[in-house]
């Protein structure tokens, strides 16, 4: 006779849709290598999901849902948010589901959304950034201190912000998604495309 078993329980994927900034924020946490073994420091990453933007990030020596709560809550304040307007997705890595920063969330109004157990590509955007920043052809690999990590991430997300073209968004940069600036830029490039259509056909091999 077998005793009883805890019963398998099934969870439902995230299904998170965004139609415009700050309607859905990814975020999660990569950990960076140092020079002493087995010592890592901690990239705290916030994305807009419509927009591939980062709206907050910080290096910190820690993991903690501390840090996790100053992070949303000066992000959460610096773009305005009203209460129940974004919904927030993570993993379920201990600063995420911490009591606090859970009772944080709740008190600014956001939803939660959380990814399955044991499930690794529940937050695709967040790691498509992660692996993005490690495979840049600059990227150290291990960093001297975090004032070193700040120092390299901030030129890194200079330009993942303002000069990086993602395919997913049709070649535009995020703070073009972010801002509103997609219609008058979209405008700009179809004349161009006309202009060089009209000078040059034949290059137009679909029309």
Same mark, same amino acid.
């Given at each position: #006779?077998?005793?009883?078993?805890?019963? *398998?329980?099934? !969870?439902?994927?995230? $299904?998170?849709?965004?139609?415009?900034?700050?309607?859905? /924020?990814s975020w999660d946490i990569s950990k960076l290598a140092t020079y002493v073994p087995g010592v890592f420091l901690?990239?705290?990453?916030?994305?807009?999901?419509?927009?591939?933007?980062?709206?907050? /990030? =910080?290096? *910190? #020596?820690? #993991?903690?849902?501390?840090?996790? %709560?100053?992070?949303?809550? #000066?992000?959460?304040? $610096?773009?305005?948010?009203? @209460?129940?307007?974004?919904?927030? !997705?993570?993993?379920?890595?201990?600063? =995420?589901?911490?009591? *606090?920063?859970?009772?944080?969330?709740?008190?600014?109004?956001?939803?939660?959304?959380?990814? $399955?157990?044991?499930?690794?590509?529940?937050?695709?955007?967040?790691?498509?950034?992660? %692996? &993005?920043? %490690?495979?840049?052809?600059?990227? @150290?690999?291990?960093?001297?201190?975090?004032? !070193?990590?700040?120092? /390299?991430? &901030?030129?890194?997300?200079? /330009?993942?912000?303002?000069?990086? $073209? !993602?395919?997913?968004?049709?070649?535009?940069?995020? @703070?073009?998604?972010?801002?509103?600036?997609? &219609?008058?830029?979209?405008?700009?490039?179809?004349?161009?495309?006309?202009?060089?259509?009209?000078?040059?056909?034949?290059?137009?091999?679909?029309?």
């Open positions: #006779e077998r005793r009883n078993q805890p019963q *398998a329980r099934s !969870h439902a994927g995230p $299904r998170l849709e965004a139609t415009a900034p700050n309607q859905v /924020w901690n990239l705290y990453l916030v994305l807009d999901l419509f927009s591939r933007f980062p709206v907050a /990030w =910080m290096v *910190a #020596e820690r #993991e903690n849902s501390a840090l996790s %709560k100053q992070l949303f809550a #000066e992000a959460i304040t $610096r773009y305005q948010l009203e @209460p129940g307007s974004i919904t927030v !997705h993570n993993d379920r890595g201990a600063p =995420m589901t911490s009591g *606090a920063f859970i009772d944080l969330l709740a008190q600014l109004g956001v939803e939660r959304s959380v990814s $399955r157990p044991r499930v690794s590509n529940d937050n695709p955007y967040s790691e498509a950034c992660f %692996k &993005t920043v %490690k495979y840049q052809p600059d990227y @150290p690999g291990r960093f001297l201190d975090a004032p !070193h990590a700040r120092r /390299w991430f &901030t030129e890194f997300f200079e /330009w993942y912000a303002n000069q990086h $073209r !993602h395919s997913g968004l049709a070649l535009f940069t995020p @703070p073009d998604v972010f801002f509103g600036r997609v &219609t008058e830029l979209a405008a700009a490039r179809q004349l161009a495309l006309d202009d060089a259509y009209v000078a040059h056909p034949e290059r137009f091999v679909r029309g």
